[in-house]
């Protein structure tokens, strides 16, 4: 590869080196790029290698650009990215459900397919996996992510990036890019572009552990984040994207920088585009997404000194050496076969691979008296502003505009019902008739058929409807959340309940003395507290994608008994946010019924609602008999911990068994709890099964006060358990010599 790469830029012009940094819109109707320049200009830029890549392209306009750059001088391929962040024509749950299923395995099938279904379209780099460790519910972008925990998110950032990246020679794969480097999680307030600040030791020890799995798995870019990191916007930050990246991590791929960020560096307060520009080149960045500044400003930085010539030739190589990776060279068009169009996508095998996802991306939150799974000769009320909607069932960043594919959960019930059963559909209510949320609904949204702004039925004439059909039924499933617009980028809110005009209608409901089941449709954790005092049953269905109406109807008739645990801690209410299961001791912790003088509200309990790991079954898991092969160990010697798991109801089910570590005394504060390993087993009515871990020193590790990645010797209580909450517990010592 070198030496073709060597010798290809020995033949190229600065400009076409710098073309190689430039990444446009792919629609070459729309390709604007920031300087204003018409569309049509687009493709001459293109055929003068001023443009190394294109993102938002399918086929047709992919295979346009690509016969564009073809007669360009040196006929240097394209490379085509596109946002596939659940799936592409078959969508899937969002990755918050995905996450729920604690099964690397399935979520790199998941990637799998989707890498199959995006390059039989022409592209061959997906803006994904989102690895972002999130805590805060107000952050639309938490739908995208895999939770608030490092473990688990790093288990899962590794499944995608190998399941996009299986062989890069075949034109079924695609180049993963791992994004938001880094931390934009953790922005304040939820608020997307927000400001974050941490120390080194929370980035190093929480949010890092993700992105640094994601290289270690091979991945081959990284997109840089909006935000700042120590107060440098992360674009053109160089500890972040060379000393972090490439010399802590050895990552070998390419930087390229979110949505025009180069340009936010001045809004930051920072730098000017022009300076901006040189910054983030020196900094690690090697492509410019839409800004336009690496083509339009680099060839004056190199001329006045600000970049080196190898400045530029080391980025230029890393996007050649990506082409090369993925075969461009050798075949420009290798994504571009039409027959596979018709024979990969939206088969029926990724869309029964899609019902199975949604099915265990659901958490049974709450469900009294085993009023789930239904009887399908039940009478049943099917009542909800997203009991019949499509689009929302999506969820965010929806690839494809196809939803007529998407079973509505009415009509995956209803299909499911047996004939001699009635099930009837109300809307019941809008989405809200919050003025301020309908006023943004009227903008972004106002597509959004469910909000309301399309109704010609007045809210009595919805809720009059509503009624008479459950007066008429044994049983109400209520299809209650958020709109797919109300989550995912921008998509954040200061409050994280359902919307009052949705619960109003819960408690007229409520009122008709009918069972009630809430499936919950929403792209991040909400605040249930009245809905967990109040209903009888709460399926967590998130955004549950293409197939979701059948899979909701799989686990309400029991089809498949639900196996998902929260990868997020649900709060009780807005205000415990930031609320997440490894937080620290601090000095005085809070103790259950003890008095004040603790780390606590005087109006609401600490604990979350529902917390992290937590999910029930349609029966019920026993555990019993925690052991360890022993309570001293030396040096690099393995912990075994055993216990035993009895079904004791009549369903069969999975459950996920969860361990957790403490080190109780160290040379800076530790979590209380962190997860460090799972297995999750299927037991048969009576069944019991001994499962056992092996925890290593490994598993110790932590980075101390001077970054350093080590153990310390000491005490730690080992816990297992159905969720971070009720666990059973041991305690070793353990000592390095
Ligand atoms: C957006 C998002 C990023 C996405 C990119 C291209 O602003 O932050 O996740 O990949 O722009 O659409």
């Known amino acids: 590869m070198n030496v073709f790469i060597t010798k290809l830029m020995s033949t190229m012009t600065l400009e076409e080196k710098l073309g190689q940094l430039n990444l446009e819109l792919g629609e070459p109707s729309a390709a604007v790029n920031a ?19 294109t993102f938002g392209g399918e086929f047709a306009s992919n295979k346009l650009s690509q016969d564009l750059a073809m007669q360009s001088r040196l006929k240097i391929p394209l490379i085509f990215g596109k946002d596939i962040i659940h799936g592409f024509k078959t969508t899937f749950p969002i990755p918050l459900a995905m996450s729920c299923s604690w099964d690397p395995d399935l979520i790199k099938e998941s990637a799998r397919i989707a890498a199959t279904e995006s390059s039989a379209e022409g592209i061959n780099w997906v803006f994904s996996p989102m690895v972002d460790i999130a805590r805060d519910p107000r952050w639309g972008r938490i739908a995208e992510g895999a939770g608030e925990d490092p473990y688990l998110g790093s288990l899962i950032a590794q499944a995608m990036v190998k399941g996009y990246q299986e062989d890069l020679s075949k034109p079924s794969d695609v180049m993963a890019c791992v994004k938001h480097f880094a931390l934009y999680g953790a922005v304040e307030g939820g608020r997307d572009y927000n400001t974050v600040d941490m120390s080194h030791i929370v980035m190093y020890n929480d949010y890092f552990p993700p992105y640094k799995a994601a290289v270690e798995a091979g991945a081959g870019s990284f997109m840089s984040s909006f935000n700042l990191v120590d107060r440098i916007p992360a674009t053109i930050n160089k500890w972040l994207l060379t000393d972090v990246l490439r010399h802590q991590w050895a990552f070998n791929g390419f930087v390229v920088t979110d949505f025009a960020s180069i340009n936010e560096v001045k809004t930051h307060g920072v730098a000017n585009a022009g300076d901006a520009s ?14 336009g500044n690496f083509i339009n400003t680099l060839r004056q930085a190199l001329s006045d000194g600000r970049v080196t010539l190898n400045d530029i030739n080391v980025a230029c190589r890393r996007m050649l050496e990506a082409k090369y990776k993925l075969g461009l060279f050798q075949n420009p068009y290798k994504y571009f076969d039409e027959k596979r169009r018709n024979t990969d996508q939206l088969t029926t095998q990724n869309l029964n691979a899609a019902r199975r996802f949604a099915q265990r991306s659901m958490v049974l939150l709450k469900n009294d008296n085993q009023l789930l799974p239904l009887k399908k000769s039940a009478k049943i009320a099917v009542i909800g502003p997203l009991a019949n909607s499509k689009a929302d069932l999506m969820g965010t960043w929806v690839a494809t505009k196809e939803s007529g594919n ?17 099930v009837t559909y109300a809307k019941g209510c809008n989405i809200t008739e919050d003025p301020y949320l309908l006023k943004y609904m009227d903008g972004p949204l106002s597509a959004n058929p469910s909000a309301g702004l399309t109704e010609t039925k007045t809210p ?26 109300m989550t995912g980028e921008d998509g ?7 919307p009052e005009t949705q619960v109003d209608l819960l408690k007229q409901l409520l009122k008709t ?5 809430l499936v919950v449709i929403n792209g991040r954790p909400l605040d249930l507290t009245w809905e967990n005092e109040n209903l009888n049953a709460i399926l967590e269905a998130w955004a549950p994608g293409i197939q979701g109406g059948n899979a909701v109807a799989d686990v309400l ?34 103790i259950e019924g003890k008095e004040r003088y603790t780390t606590s509200y005087i109006d609401v309990n600490n604990s979350p609602l529902y917390p992290f790991g937590y999910g029930l079954s349609y029966t019920d898991f026993k555990y019993s008999d925690l052991a360890v092969n022993k309570k001293e160990l030396h040096g690099n010697e393995d912990l075994i911990v055993t ?17 957790y570590v403490q080190d109780v005394l160290a040379s800076i504060a530790r979590p209380v709890k962190e997860l460090k390993c799972f297995k999750k087993i299927m037991l048969q009515p009576g069944e019991k099964k001994e499962v056992n871990f092996t925890v290593k020193t490994s598993d110790l590790m932590f980075y101390n006060s001077d970054l350093k990645y080590t153990w310390e010797s000491g005490e730690f209580n080992i816990f297992v358990g159905t969720n971070s909450r009720d666990v059973n517990s041991v305690k070793v010592n353990w000592n390095k010599n």
């Not at 216990?643 to 361990?659: P, R």
């Open 406 to 422: 998407v079973v509505s959960i009415f009509e995956g019930i209803k299909k499911m019902a047996s004939s001699n059963s009635v």
């Open 460 to 485: 009595d004439e919805l809720r009059k409807e509503a009624l008479q059909i459950a007066a008429n039924s044994d049983v109400i499933i209520a299809v209650m959340g958020e709109t797919s617009g």
């Open 557 to 590: 008739f029991g089809n498949y008994n639900p196996s998902g645990k929260l990868t997020t801690s649900f709060p009780r209410n807005v205000g415990q946010i930031p609320i997440y299961y490894n937080h620290l001791s601090t000095g005085r912790p809070y």
């Open 513 to 517: 003395g009918k069972p009630v089941v």
């Open 278 to 291: 040189a910054m983030a080149l020196k900094a690690g960045t090697d492509l410019d997404m839409f800004s």
């Open 643 to 659: 216990t035993t798991i009895t079904n004791m109801g009549k369903y069969a089910g999975e459950e996920v068994v969860q361990l």
């Open 35 to 53: 300087g204003g320049a018409k569309s049509n200009d687009f493709s001459n830029r293109v055929k003068q290698g001023l443009v190394g890549a």
């Open 492 to 498: 954040n809110r200061s409050m994280v309940n359902i």
